[in-house]
């Protein structure tokens, strides 16, 4: 299962907030330029009012969540898993199955800032972690060039068939907090779209729920 946590809500603050109270006080306490932290909306909620697409920007916890249930797996422990994180400005983390994300938040995020300072993690030898200038389209055509998607229309399959397909599979998850993929042709292009369960859920749910899916179907749990 290769997973794509795509248009994530992770970014560096945009050069029109490094000049907010709440941006520089938070740099400040941490001995950063404005523009080396990352946008969280818990910490820069004043700066981000009027901000474009504010509701679906800040939000690095979605993807410190995700990559902890998928890292962590069975799944990705036994070699059966790949991991990317695209973000809404078009950059694309990669990480190696052996990359043990941090438990805490905190740590997690000054990992993302280095990484995005230096590209890779660690600056060093063999890298876990590589950062990219890279757009959806691009990365999906260098995983195979098709792709199924998890979302609220999706067909819902019976559990033991999902797992078959998404064990074989890049999925597609939105790494966002509200709303729809803006690049709507991730939806009209897929191979298929599936749900799971009848209630919407948020990507960390979504992905832990996919995993255990995918672990059945492999005869792991």
């Known amino acids: 299962m290769i997973l794509v946590l795509a248009e994530s809500a992770l970014e560096l603050v945009p050069n029109e907030l490094w000049r907010h109270p709440a941006v520089l006080a938070d740099a400040k306490r941490r001995r950063k330029k ?5 946008l969280d909306r818990s910490r820069h909620h004043p700066a981000m009012r009027n901000l474009p697409d504010a509701s679906r920007r800040g939000r ?53 800032e280095q990484l995005y300072k230096v590209g890779r993690v660690p600056p060093d030898g063999e890298p876990l972690m590589e950062l990219h200038k890279k757009d959806l389209r691009q990365l999906l055509e260098e995983l195979g060039g098709r792709w199924v998607v998890l979302h609220e229309s ?11 397909v ?42 832990c729920r996919a995993v255990a899916t995918a672990e059945a179907a492999a005869g792991l749990i």
């Open 166 to 207: 998404l064990l074989n599979s890049v999925v597609v998850v939105g790494g966002f907090p509200h709303g729809d993929f803006d690049n709507k042709w991730v939806l009209e292009k897929a191979a298929a779209r599936y749900r799971i369960g009848d209630e919407a859920m948020d990507a960390p749910q979504v992905v």
């Open 34 to 38: 404005p523009g080396e932290i990352l």
């Open 154 to 164: 999706g067909e819902k399959l019976p559990w033991q068939n999902l797992g078959v």
């Open 60 to 112: 690095p916890d979605i993807v410190h969540q995700v990559l902890l249930v998928f890292q962590y797996s069975i799944l990705n422990k036994r070699g059966l898993g790949r991991a990317y994180v695209h973000t809404r400005e078009d950059y694309v983390i990669s990480l190696r199955p052996e990359t043990r994300v941090p438990k805490n938040y905190n740590n997690f995020v000054s990992l993302i």
